[in-house]
Nanobody
Framework: QVQLVESGVGLVQPGGSLRLSCTASGFPFSMYPMNWYRQAPGRKRKWIAGISTTGINQNYAASLEGLFTIARDKSKSKVYLQMDSLNLQDTAVYLC???????WGQGTQVTVSS
């Protein structure tokens, strides 16, 4: 079964950090670029970061450059999103996506609140 499953602690204070994980199964993970998206309440889903198959190339939404870091571990079939200096506007459901496979994870809620 082709699947992406996100995980990560969901509540963090403003200024804090959080790392999300996404575990892939059912397809050859190392052959596919991976993306992270987020969807805030009442807003459209937005792309935030992408990483190449080798992990050498990463791309970020302009507003998140230097704050978020995407990485992957092919031995674990995982892609990560390290998020630093979080603020209230980062509250959203975060989803991983394999674009060439057309597979979405179910999403994980991240809430930034004091």
């Amino acid at each position: 079964q082709v699947q992406l499953v996100e995980s990560g602690v969901g509540l963090v204070q403003p200024g804090g950090s959080l790392r999300l994980s996404c575990t892939a199964s059912g397809f050859p993970f190392s052959m596919y670029p991976m993306n992270w998206y987020r969807q805030a309440p009442g807003r459209k889903r937005k792309w935030i970061a992408g990483i190449s198959t080798t992990g050498i190339n990463q791309n970020y939404a302009a507003s998140l450059e230097g704050l978020f870091t995407i990485a992957r571990d092919k031995s674990k079939s995982k892609v990560y999103l390290q998020m630093d200096s979080l603020n209230l506007q980062d509250t959203a459901v975060y989803l991983c996506y394999a674009p060439k496979r057309g597979v979405w994870g179910q999403g994980t809620q991240v809430t930034v609140s004091s």
